[in-house]
T-cell receptor
């Protein structure tokens, strides 16, 4: 299972766009990239998933370059409530749940 | 989206007692569920994979006799921490894999259980 590397922490201000990059050099052909958000004392919550190029939903965008060795989660116009830990996971559908959670990125949004 | 209910949300117990944590998939069937533990300021660590109707698969270093997992139905998995000790105090989280869904989201997490052993 592919190992991921993310920045440990990031700071931002309300209304800014935040981009969090994850490295996954050993990603396999069948692997998808999934991002989760976790608030203190809660379980992770699904944000977005992608395989290649760009995926966008109502809360975020996910950019994946052609070599798929990294991915960038983009949060538009963050608010204080976006302060959380963000994890990127890499794995195929048959291994969903067994993917290793890396250290995650603690995003702190300031007023 | 699909809902996974985890109960209790927090529990305090005396050292040496056993604690059971339940994980239910409310609106879908889950042949596979997962149990994690998370220490403060740390990431989630996979403890075991719970398979309906068969024995759980434990990750290396996790004592199967201490962390008993039962997955007797397609909607319920339980984790029992036997003879709990203070070092077992942690945040325990379950997740359930939903099959046959057309959306990208296929893994759903419970809200977690904070276990404190005195």
């Amino acid at each position: 299972l592919a190992k991921t590397t993310q920045p440990i922490s990031m700071d931002s201000y309300e209304g800014q766009e935040v981009n969090i990059t994850c490295s996954h050099n050993n990603i396999a052909t069948n692997d998808y990239i999934t991002w989760y958000q976790q608030f203190p004392s809660q379980g992770p919550r699904f944000i977005i998933q992608g395989y290649k190029t760009k995926v966008t939903n109502e809360v975020a965008s996910l950019f994946i370059p052609a070599d798929r060795k990294s991915s960038t989660l983009s949060l538009p116009r963050v608010s204080l409530s976006d302060t959380a830990v963000y994890y990127c996971l890499v794995g195929d559908a048959t291994n969903a749940g067994k993917s290793t959670f890396g250290d995650g990125t603690t995003l702190t949004v300031k007023p | 989206g699909a809902v996974v209910s985890q109960h209790p949300s927090w529990v305090i117990c005396k050292s040496g007692t056993s604690v059971k944590i339940e994980c239910r998939s409310l609106d879908f069937q889950a042949t596979t569920m997962f149990w994690y533990r998370q220490f403060p300021k740390q990431s989630l660590m996979l403890m075991a994979t719970s398979n309906e109707g068969s024995k759980a698969t434990y990750e290396q270093g996790v004592e199967k006799d201490k962390f008993l997992i039962n997955h007797a139905s397609l909607t319920l998995s339980t984790l029992t921490v036997t003879s709990a000790h203070p070092e077992d105090s942690s945040f325990y989280i379950c997740s359930a894999r939903a099959l046959g869904r057309t959306t990208n989201e296929k893994l759903f997490f419970g809200s977690g259980t904070q276990l404190s052993v005195l």
